[in-house]
C-alpha cells in the first residue's frame, strides 16, 4: 500500500510540474497544447508562436538518475521528429538543478535544449505567482547536493597540471588515474588492484578492477563484451599515443579468461592511428580497448556531480567508437 501511494505521490507532482510548466509558457506568450501528438507518438507538450512550433518533454525527476532520463527523453523525442516535419528544436525540462558542466554537455549531445530548475527560474522572473510556485515545488522536493567538492576539484587541476607541464613519472601518472577512476566509479567497479600480473609473470598491466551488478551501464559492459574485469592501462608520454601502445595493451585481453575489456588513458589521448588499432582488436577479435585521455578524465570529473553523467560519457564515446568501425 505504501509504495502504491508512493507512485501515486509522484505521478500527481509530475503532472502538476507539466502543468506549472504549461503555465509558465502561457505567460511567455505562447499557446500550449498538452498530450500532444506527434506522429505515431505523443509528447508532453507543443509550445508555438509566431510560426513556429516546439516540442516539449518534461520530467519532475530529480533522482540520481537525470542524467539517464535526459538521454532516454531525447532519444524517444528524435524517434518521433523523424516522422514530422517543420518543428524547432525540442526542450527537454527536469526539475533538478543541473551542473553547468552537466548541462552544456547535455546540450551539445543531445542536439536539444536543456532547462533545468534554474533555467525555470530564469524565465519565471518576470511572473512572480509562477516563481513562488516552483520555489515551493523545489522546498516539496527532496535536495541532492550537486556541489563538486575538494577532492573532484584537486583532481582535475592535478590532471590539468599535467597536460601543461608534463610533470609526472610513469607511476605518479598511474596514481593519479587510478585516484580519478575510483573518484567516477567506485562502488560500481571496484578492487582496484594496483601493478597486477598473471600467474606466468608475463602479462602485467596498471591495475584491475571488478564490476559490481547492479549498475544498468556496467552490467550493459560485462554482458555485451563477455567480461569480468575491466582493466585500465595509462601512458604518460608527452605525445598521444600510437598504435603500438594498443597493440601491447591488447595482449592482456582474451575472452576465456572474461578479460575483453580496457580503457586505456594517456595524457594526450590516442592518435588516428591508435584509434584505427583499437578499431581493428573490435573487429577482428571482440575487444574492447577505450582511449582516453587527461581532458576526457577532467569532463567525466565535471560531469560526476550528476551521478550517472561519467557513464553517459563513456556511453556516448563507446557508441561513437561501434558505429565508426570499417568494415
Request: hydrophobic share 40%.
Amino acid at each position: 500500500m505504501g509504495a502504491e501511494l508512493s507512485r501515486r505521490n509522484a505521478t500527481l507532482r509530475a503532472f502538476a510540474f507539466e502543468d506549472l510548466f504549461a503555465e509558465l509558457f502561457e505567460k511567455l506568450g505562447y499557446s500550449v497544447v498538452q498530450s500532444a501528438r506527434i506522429g505515431p507518438g505523443e509528447v508532453d507538450l507543443i509550445v508555438k508562436r509566431d510560426g513556429l512550433q516546439i516540442p516539449v518533454e518534461v520530467s519532475a525527476v530529480r533522482s540520481p538518475s537525470v542524467m539517464a532520463k535526459l538521454r532516454t527523453d531525447a532519444d524517444r523525442l528524435r524517434a518521433l521528429l523523424q516522422t514530422v516535419d517543420g518543428l524547432e528544436k525540442p526542450i527537454i525540462v527536469v526539475g533538478s538543478d543541473l551542473t553547468d558542466a552537466a548541462k552544456q554537455w547535455s546540450e551539445q549531445q543531445l542536439d536539444m535544449s536543456v532547462w533545468d530548475f534554474q533555467e525555470l527560474l530564469r524565465q519565471a522572473s518576470l511572473f512572480p505567482d509562477i516563481s513562488a510556485k516552483l520555489e515551493k515545488f523545489r522546498r516539496d522536493t527532496p535536495h541532492l547536493d550537486t556541489a563538486i567538492d575538494s577532492e573532484r576539484q584537486s583532481l582535475q587541476r592535478r590532471l590539468q597540471a599535467h597536460i601543461d607541464h608534463n610533470h609526472l613519472t610513469p607511476s605518479q601518472y598511474e596514481d593519479l588515474c587510478r585516484e580519478a577512476f575510483i573518484k567516477l566509479f567506485d562502488p560500481h567497479l571496484y578492487g582496484f588492484e594496483k601493478q597486477a600480473k598473471t600467474t606466468d609473470g608475463g602479462n602485467r598491466y596498471d591495475f584491475i578492477c571488478r564490476i559490481k551488478p547492479g549498475n544498468p551501464f556496467w552490467d550493459g559492459i560485462r554482458q555485451d563484451f563477455r567480461t569480468k574485469a575491466i582493466l585500465f592501462e595509462c601512458k604518460s608520454f608527452t605525445d598521444a599515443i600510437g598504435p603500438d601502445q594498443v597493440y601491447s595493451t591488447e595482449r592482456h585481453l582474451f575472452s576465456g579468461a572474461l578479460r575483453t575489456v580496457c580503457v586505456l588513458t594517456a595524457r594526450s589521448g590516442g592518435n588516428e592511428a591508435a584509434i584505427r588499432a583499437a578499431q581493428g582488436a573490435m573487429r577482428e577479435s571482440g575487444k574492447l580497448l577505450i582511449l582516453l585521455s587527461n581532458r576526457d578524465l577532467i569532463e567525466m570529473l565535471k560531469l560526476s556531480t550528476q551521478e550517472g553523467g561519467p557513464e553517459e560519457f563513456l556511453d556516448k564515446r563507446i557508441w561513437d567508437f561501434i558505429i565508426s568501425l570499417p568494415r
